[in-house]
Protein backbone atom coordinates (compact mmCIF):
# COMPACT_ATOMS: atom_id res chain seq x y z
CA UNK A 1 0.00 0.00 0.00
CA UNK A 2 1.21 3.37 -0.58
CA UNK A 3 2.80 5.57 1.67
CA UNK A 4 0.21 8.52 0.70
CA UNK A 5 -2.90 5.93 0.93
CA UNK A 6 -1.59 5.13 4.64
CA UNK A 7 -1.47 9.06 5.56
CA UNK A 8 -5.01 8.99 4.28
CA UNK A 9 -6.01 6.50 6.83
CA UNK A 10 -3.94 7.28 9.78
CA UNK A 11 -5.30 10.92 9.58
CA UNK A 12 -8.56 9.36 8.79
CA UNK A 13 -9.37 13.07 7.46
CA UNK A 14 -11.36 11.79 4.58
CA UNK A 15 -14.08 10.72 6.50
CA UNK A 16 -15.08 14.17 6.93
CA UNK A 17 -17.48 13.72 3.93
CA UNK A 18 -19.77 10.99 5.27
CA UNK A 19 -22.63 12.67 6.38
CA UNK A 20 -22.30 16.35 6.32
CA UNK A 21 -20.78 15.91 2.71
CA UNK A 22 -19.49 19.27 0.44
CA UNK A 23 -19.54 22.81 2.10
CA UNK A 24 -18.78 25.28 -0.79
CA UNK A 25 -19.30 28.99 -2.02
CA UNK A 26 -20.68 30.22 -4.97
CA UNK A 27 -18.51 30.80 -8.01
CA UNK A 28 -18.96 33.91 -10.03
CA UNK A 29 -18.22 34.80 -13.85
CA UNK A 30 -14.63 36.07 -12.85
CA UNK A 31 -13.24 33.86 -10.44
CA UNK A 32 -14.17 31.33 -7.80
CA UNK A 33 -14.34 33.19 -4.42
CA UNK A 34 -13.41 31.56 -0.71
CA UNK A 35 -14.50 28.41 0.23
CA UNK A 36 -14.86 27.17 4.17
CA UNK A 37 -12.76 24.40 5.32
CA UNK A 38 -15.42 21.62 6.16
CA UNK A 39 -15.39 21.49 10.03
CA UNK A 40 -17.84 18.93 11.09
CA UNK A 41 -16.67 15.38 11.68
CA UNK A 42 -19.51 12.92 11.46
CA UNK A 43 -19.75 9.58 12.77
CA UNK A 44 -18.55 6.35 10.93
CA UNK A 45 -21.12 3.92 9.74
CA UNK A 46 -19.51 1.02 7.51
CA UNK A 47 -18.93 -0.59 3.97
CA UNK A 48 -15.72 -1.67 1.64
CA UNK A 49 -15.10 -1.22 -2.14
CA UNK A 50 -14.24 -3.21 -5.16
CA UNK A 51 -14.26 -0.41 -7.87
CA UNK A 52 -16.24 -1.55 -10.71
CA UNK A 53 -14.46 -2.01 -14.10
CA UNK A 54 -15.86 -0.52 -17.34
CA UNK A 55 -18.32 -2.83 -18.66
CA UNK A 56 -19.11 -4.50 -15.62
CA UNK A 57 -21.78 -4.47 -13.54
CA UNK A 58 -21.94 -2.93 -10.49
CA UNK A 59 -22.22 -5.21 -6.69
CA UNK A 60 -26.18 -6.18 -6.15
CA UNK A 61 -26.16 -5.69 -2.52
CA UNK A 62 -27.33 -2.18 -1.67
CA UNK A 63 -27.20 -1.04 -5.40
CA UNK A 64 -30.17 0.52 -6.72
CA UNK A 65 -31.16 -0.39 -10.52
CA UNK A 66 -31.35 1.82 -13.61
CA UNK A 67 -34.38 1.41 -14.73
CA UNK A 68 -36.82 3.72 -15.47
CA UNK A 69 -34.24 6.85 -14.94
CA UNK A 70 -34.65 9.49 -17.83
CA UNK A 71 -32.61 9.98 -20.41
CA UNK A 72 -30.65 13.46 -20.01
CA UNK A 73 -31.84 16.74 -21.61
CA UNK A 74 -30.44 17.63 -24.82
CA UNK A 75 -27.68 20.56 -23.91
CA UNK A 76 -30.30 22.86 -25.88
CA UNK A 77 -33.34 22.15 -23.65
CA UNK A 78 -31.67 23.20 -20.51
CA UNK A 79 -32.50 26.35 -18.89
CA UNK A 80 -32.89 28.17 -16.01
CA UNK A 81 -35.27 30.95 -15.55
CA UNK A 82 -34.07 34.07 -13.85
CA UNK A 83 -36.98 33.93 -11.44
CA UNK A 84 -34.91 31.01 -10.19
CA UNK A 85 -32.22 32.64 -9.05
CA UNK A 86 -33.40 35.48 -6.86
CA UNK A 87 -31.42 36.42 -3.96
CA UNK A 88 -34.25 35.46 -2.10
CA UNK A 89 -37.52 33.21 -2.10
CA UNK A 90 -40.20 33.53 -0.28
CA UNK A 91 -40.79 30.88 2.56
CA UNK A 92 -42.85 27.89 1.84
CA UNK A 93 -44.30 25.07 4.20
CA UNK A 94 -42.03 22.64 3.31
CA UNK A 95 -41.03 20.52 6.25
CA UNK A 96 -39.24 17.04 6.12
CA UNK A 97 -40.99 14.43 7.64
CA UNK A 98 -40.71 12.80 10.33
CA UNK A 99 -38.80 9.15 9.92
CA UNK A 100 -36.81 10.57 6.91
CA UNK A 101 -33.85 8.50 6.09
CA UNK A 102 -31.28 11.50 6.07
CA UNK A 103 -33.56 13.19 8.95
CA UNK A 104 -33.89 17.03 9.46
CA UNK A 105 -30.82 18.31 10.78
CA UNK A 106 -29.74 21.19 8.26
CA UNK A 107 -27.03 22.65 10.05
CA UNK A 108 -24.25 21.75 7.79
CA UNK A 109 -25.76 24.09 5.22
CA UNK A 110 -25.12 26.81 7.58
CA UNK A 111 -27.21 28.31 10.70
CA UNK A 112 -29.19 30.53 7.60
CA UNK A 113 -29.84 28.08 5.36
CA UNK A 114 -34.26 28.07 4.50
CA UNK A 115 -35.64 24.83 3.33
CA UNK A 116 -37.02 25.39 0.30
CA UNK A 117 -38.45 21.79 -0.99
CA UNK A 118 -37.36 18.18 -0.47
CA UNK A 119 -38.13 15.38 -3.12
CA UNK A 120 -37.46 11.82 -3.29
CA UNK A 121 -35.91 10.58 -6.13
CA UNK A 122 -38.09 7.52 -8.05
CA UNK A 123 -36.83 6.29 -11.26
CA UNK A 124 -35.21 8.81 -11.63
CA UNK A 125 -37.90 11.39 -11.52
CA UNK A 126 -38.67 14.04 -8.44
CA UNK A 127 -41.53 13.24 -6.05
CA UNK A 128 -42.17 15.80 -3.48
CA UNK A 129 -41.75 14.82 0.20
CA UNK A 130 -42.90 17.90 2.17
CA UNK A 131 -46.27 18.10 1.87
CA UNK A 132 -45.69 21.61 -0.24
CA UNK A 133 -47.71 20.78 -3.26
CA UNK A 134 -46.44 20.17 -6.57
CA UNK A 135 -42.87 20.23 -8.17
CA UNK A 136 -41.87 23.76 -8.47
CA UNK A 137 -40.63 24.45 -12.25
CA UNK A 138 -37.50 26.26 -11.00
CA UNK A 139 -36.64 22.25 -9.27
CA UNK A 140 -37.49 20.67 -12.40
CA UNK A 141 -35.37 22.61 -14.42
CA UNK A 142 -32.52 21.89 -11.62
CA UNK A 143 -33.37 18.93 -11.74
CA UNK A 144 -32.77 18.21 -15.20
CA UNK A 145 -29.15 19.88 -14.90
CA UNK A 146 -28.38 17.49 -12.38
CA UNK A 147 -29.78 14.50 -14.32
CA UNK A 148 -27.55 15.77 -17.47
CA UNK A 149 -24.42 15.85 -15.61
CA UNK A 150 -24.80 12.39 -14.08
CA UNK A 151 -23.84 9.18 -15.60
CA UNK A 152 -26.96 6.86 -15.06
CA UNK A 153 -24.77 5.00 -12.97
CA UNK A 154 -24.15 6.98 -10.58
CA UNK A 155 -27.58 8.78 -10.28
CA UNK A 156 -29.46 5.88 -8.99
CA UNK A 157 -27.44 6.53 -5.63
CA UNK A 158 -29.31 10.25 -5.50
CA UNK A 159 -32.06 9.36 -2.94
CA UNK A 160 -33.26 12.88 -2.46
CA UNK A 161 -32.75 16.26 -3.82
CA UNK A 162 -32.96 19.05 -1.41
CA UNK A 163 -33.35 22.57 -2.41
CA UNK A 164 -33.09 25.58 -0.12
CA UNK A 165 -31.92 29.21 0.45
CA UNK A 166 -28.31 29.96 1.33
CA UNK A 167 -27.69 33.09 3.63
CA UNK A 168 -24.89 34.30 1.59
CA UNK A 169 -24.05 37.15 4.05
CA UNK A 170 -22.41 34.23 6.30
CA UNK A 171 -20.09 31.79 5.83
CA UNK A 172 -22.61 28.82 4.71
CA UNK A 173 -22.97 26.01 2.02
CA UNK A 174 -24.11 26.25 -1.64
CA UNK A 175 -24.25 22.69 -2.01
CA UNK A 176 -23.82 19.21 -0.28
CA UNK A 177 -23.97 15.42 -0.48
CA UNK A 178 -24.75 13.80 2.59
CA UNK A 179 -24.60 9.78 3.19
CA UNK A 180 -27.33 8.27 4.44
CA UNK A 181 -26.51 7.97 8.38
CA UNK A 182 -26.77 4.61 10.31
CA UNK A 183 -26.59 2.64 7.70
CA UNK A 184 -24.19 -0.47 6.03
CA UNK A 185 -24.69 0.81 2.41
CA UNK A 186 -24.08 4.20 3.38
CA UNK A 187 -22.40 4.82 -0.08
CA UNK A 188 -25.58 3.40 -1.83
CA UNK A 189 -27.52 6.38 -0.62
CA UNK A 190 -27.51 10.22 -0.94
CA UNK A 191 -29.60 13.61 -0.43
CA UNK A 192 -28.04 16.34 -2.21
CA UNK A 193 -28.77 19.68 -1.49
CA UNK A 194 -28.20 22.82 -3.40
CA UNK A 195 -29.00 26.43 -3.41
CA UNK A 196 -30.18 28.89 -6.47
CA UNK A 197 -30.43 31.60 -5.11
CA UNK A 198 -28.40 34.46 -6.25
CA UNK A 199 -26.35 32.12 -8.39
CA UNK A 200 -25.75 32.46 -12.24
CA UNK A 201 -26.52 29.56 -14.71
CA UNK A 202 -22.71 29.36 -14.31
CA UNK A 203 -22.55 28.84 -10.85
CA UNK A 204 -25.63 26.24 -10.69
CA UNK A 205 -23.39 24.19 -13.09
CA UNK A 206 -20.81 24.53 -11.11
CA UNK A 207 -21.67 23.45 -8.08
CA UNK A 208 -23.72 20.61 -9.52
CA UNK A 209 -20.44 19.91 -10.94
CA UNK A 210 -18.61 19.60 -7.50
CA UNK A 211 -21.49 17.51 -6.28
CA UNK A 212 -21.42 15.43 -9.57
CA UNK A 213 -17.20 14.79 -8.62
CA UNK A 214 -18.19 13.86 -5.05
CA UNK A 215 -20.82 11.26 -6.11
CA UNK A 216 -18.65 9.93 -8.62
CA UNK A 217 -15.65 8.98 -6.24
CA UNK A 218 -17.45 7.82 -3.16
CA UNK A 219 -20.84 5.83 -4.45
CA UNK A 220 -21.22 1.99 -3.75
CA UNK A 221 -19.56 1.05 -6.65
CA UNK A 222 -16.64 2.08 -5.07
CA UNK A 223 -17.17 0.21 -2.12
CA UNK A 224 -18.49 -2.67 -0.48
CA UNK A 225 -20.34 -3.12 2.81
CA UNK A 226 -18.06 -3.96 5.60
CA UNK A 227 -17.09 -2.28 8.89
CA UNK A 228 -13.86 -0.46 9.72
CA UNK A 229 -12.14 -3.23 11.18
CA UNK A 230 -12.98 -5.51 8.19
CA UNK A 231 -11.55 -2.49 5.86
CA UNK A 232 -8.91 -3.83 3.55
CA UNK A 233 -8.11 -0.56 1.94
CA UNK A 234 -8.95 3.10 3.04
CA UNK A 235 -11.67 3.05 5.72
CA UNK A 236 -13.91 6.30 5.32
CA UNK A 237 -17.11 7.27 7.04
CA UNK A 238 -19.69 5.78 3.57
CA UNK A 239 -17.48 2.98 3.39
CA UNK A 240 -13.69 1.41 2.67
CA UNK A 241 -11.79 2.32 -0.30
CA UNK A 242 -9.45 -0.03 -1.59
CA UNK A 243 -6.34 1.10 -3.45
CA UNK A 244 -7.84 0.71 -7.07
CA UNK A 245 -10.70 3.33 -6.37
CA UNK A 246 -11.44 6.41 -8.00
CA UNK A 247 -10.16 8.52 -5.09
CA UNK A 248 -6.82 6.98 -3.95
CA UNK A 249 -5.14 6.23 -7.33
CA UNK A 250 -5.87 10.49 -7.98
CA UNK A 251 -4.42 11.08 -4.74
CA UNK A 252 -1.28 8.58 -5.30
CA UNK A 253 -1.13 9.99 -8.83
CA UNK A 254 -0.90 13.60 -7.59
CA UNK A 255 -0.48 14.14 -4.68
CA UNK A 256 2.29 12.87 -3.75
CA UNK A 257 3.54 11.47 -0.12
CA UNK A 258 5.60 14.54 0.94
CA UNK A 259 2.85 16.85 -0.44
CA UNK A 260 -0.07 14.83 1.51
CA UNK A 261 2.39 14.61 4.43
CA UNK A 262 2.72 18.28 4.52
CA UNK A 263 -1.16 19.07 4.21
CA UNK A 264 -2.03 16.24 7.15
CA UNK A 265 0.38 17.88 9.46
CA UNK A 266 -1.57 21.06 8.93
CA UNK A 267 -5.05 19.72 8.80
CA UNK A 268 -4.57 17.70 11.88
CA UNK A 269 -3.92 21.41 13.87
CA UNK A 270 -6.85 20.81 16.62
CA UNK A 271 -7.42 25.18 16.65
CA UNK A 272 -9.30 26.22 13.99
CA UNK A 273 -8.04 29.18 13.50
CA UNK A 274 -4.43 27.39 13.68
CA UNK A 275 -6.04 25.06 11.41
CA UNK A 276 -7.35 27.34 9.02
CA UNK A 277 -3.85 29.58 8.91
CA UNK A 278 -1.60 26.44 8.34
CA UNK A 279 -4.03 25.53 5.39
CA UNK A 280 -3.67 29.19 3.85
CA UNK A 281 -0.05 29.06 3.86
CA UNK A 282 0.11 25.41 3.00
CA UNK A 283 -2.25 26.27 -0.68
CA UNK A 284 0.13 29.91 -0.92
CA UNK A 285 3.25 27.44 -1.32
CA UNK A 286 1.59 24.84 -3.28
CA UNK A 287 -0.50 26.85 -5.62
CA UNK A 288 0.73 25.46 -8.53
CA UNK A 289 -0.71 22.07 -7.38
CA UNK A 290 -4.29 23.38 -6.85
CA UNK A 291 -6.73 24.84 -9.29
CA UNK A 292 -8.18 27.57 -6.01
CA UNK A 293 -7.74 27.39 -2.75
CA UNK A 294 -10.81 25.52 -1.79
CA UNK A 295 -9.36 22.49 -3.14
CA UNK A 296 -6.25 22.56 -1.09
CA UNK A 297 -8.26 22.05 1.93
CA UNK A 298 -8.66 18.32 1.69
CA UNK A 299 -7.73 15.61 -0.91
CA UNK A 300 -11.58 14.49 -1.21
CA UNK A 301 -11.98 18.68 -1.48
CA UNK A 302 -9.64 18.93 -4.25
CA UNK A 303 -10.75 15.96 -6.41
CA UNK A 304 -14.26 17.57 -6.72
CA UNK A 305 -13.18 20.51 -6.83
CA UNK A 306 -10.43 19.87 -10.19
CA UNK A 307 -13.61 17.94 -11.85
CA UNK A 308 -15.45 20.60 -11.55
CA UNK A 309 -13.35 22.56 -13.22
CA UNK A 310 -12.71 20.07 -16.26
CA UNK A 311 -16.11 19.23 -16.44
CA UNK A 312 -18.05 22.23 -16.13
CA UNK A 313 -16.16 24.49 -17.89
CA UNK A 314 -13.27 22.30 -19.62
CA UNK A 315 -9.30 22.57 -20.29
CA UNK A 316 -9.94 24.52 -23.49
CA UNK A 317 -12.60 26.85 -21.78
CA UNK A 318 -11.32 30.51 -22.63
CA UNK A 319 -13.03 31.09 -19.35
CA UNK A 320 -11.05 28.96 -17.50
CA UNK A 321 -8.15 30.81 -16.22
CA UNK A 322 -10.59 33.58 -14.41
CA UNK A 323 -11.58 30.52 -12.47
CA UNK A 324 -8.09 29.64 -11.38
CA UNK A 325 -7.37 31.15 -8.21
CA UNK A 326 -3.63 31.59 -9.11
CA UNK A 327 -1.59 31.82 -12.26
CA UNK A 328 -3.96 30.46 -14.99
CA UNK A 329 -1.78 27.08 -15.60
CA UNK A 330 -2.03 26.43 -11.63
CA UNK A 331 -3.57 22.48 -10.96
CA UNK A 332 -2.87 21.81 -14.72
CA UNK A 333 -2.31 18.55 -14.09
CA UNK A 334 -5.29 17.71 -12.08
CA UNK A 335 -7.07 18.63 -15.09
CA UNK A 336 -5.10 16.58 -17.46
CA UNK A 337 -5.53 13.27 -15.02
CA UNK A 338 -9.48 13.71 -15.88
CA UNK A 339 -8.11 13.04 -19.87
CA UNK A 340 -5.87 10.56 -19.23
CA UNK A 341 -7.57 7.38 -20.84
CA UNK A 342 -6.50 5.22 -17.81
CA UNK A 343 -8.73 6.89 -15.74
CA UNK A 344 -12.35 5.62 -16.60
CA UNK A 345 -13.72 8.36 -14.35
CA UNK A 346 -13.13 10.96 -17.05
CA UNK A 347 -14.21 8.25 -19.61
CA UNK A 348 -17.32 7.69 -17.59
CA UNK A 349 -18.35 11.54 -17.32
CA UNK A 350 -17.15 13.33 -20.68
CA UNK A 351 -20.35 12.96 -22.62
CA UNK A 352 -22.20 14.45 -19.83
CA UNK A 353 -19.66 17.36 -19.22
CA UNK A 354 -20.22 17.98 -23.25
CA UNK A 355 -23.64 18.61 -22.04
CA UNK A 356 -23.02 20.75 -19.00
CA UNK A 357 -20.33 23.02 -21.19
CA UNK A 358 -22.99 22.86 -24.07
CA UNK A 359 -25.03 24.61 -21.53
CA UNK A 360 -22.89 27.44 -19.69
CA UNK A 361 -21.14 28.78 -23.70
Not at 206 to 233: I, K, Y
Not at 255 to 283: H, M, V
Request: hydrophobic share 40%; charged share 20%; with cysteine.
Amino acid sequence: MALSVVALVVHGAIALVLLHGTVRHPVTADRPVGRPTPTVTPPRPTATPTPTPPGSSSPSTGTPGTAGIPAPAAAGALHLDHACLVADNPPTSAHIPSGDPFGSDLSSLGSGAELQRLYVVHGGMLEPADSAGPVRECDRQLWAIVVAATPVEVLRYVDELLVFDADLSADTAVGEVFAQPNSTEASAHWRLSLALNSSTDLDVTFNVAHEVGHLLSLNRAEMTGQDESSCQGIYMGEGCLQDGATLPTYVDDTWGDDLLDEWSTADDLTDDQQRADALDAFYEKHHDRFVDSYAATHPVEDFAESFAMWCALGPSSPILPDFIEGDPTDGAAKLAWFDDPAHAVGMQARARCEALQAFTR
